[in-house]
Nanobody, 115 residues
Framework: QVQLVESGGGLVQAGGSLRLSCQAP????????MGWYRQAPGKQRELVVM???????NYADSVKGRFTISRDNAKNTVNLQMNSLKPEDTAVYYC?????????WGQGTQVTVSS
């Protein structure tokens, strides 16, 4: 069983910043594509950003220029720096790690942006 451990959610005012982290086992960190999805109440889960094992990034249009994903190889951690947060960014954020045949999710962390 692969466990993805998330941290860093919370409550912030609009315009503020938060940093999410997702730690993965060393056995998958360097070979899996990793990223973040989010799900707001009453909405489907959507991609926020994906970072492939080769370094390619794919950001949702709604977060481009505000969110930045990065890898910390020493800590087997993927970080999501979220700046200029908006109320519409409010959601549960889920870490994801996958290959073509494997797909793993974190437990989710709540991000709430007040107006």
């Amino acid at each position: 069983q692969v466990q993805l451990v998330e941290s860093g959610g919370g409550l912030v005012q609009a315009g503020g910043s938060l940093r999410l982290s997702c730690q993965a086992p060393g056995s998958i960190f360097h070979i899996y594509d990793m990223g973040w999805y989010r799900q707001a109440p009453g909405k489907q889960r959507e991609l926020v950003v994906m970072l492939t094992s080769s370094g390619y990034t794919n950001y949702a249009d709604s977060v481009k220029g505000r969110f930045t994903i990065s890898r910390d190889n020493a800590k087997n951690t993927v970080n999501l720096q979220m700046n200029s947060l908006k109320p519409e960014d409010t959601a549960v954020y889920y870490c994801n790690a996958h290959t073509l045949i494997r797909n793993y999710w974190g437990q989710g962390t709540q991000v709430t942006v007040s107006s």
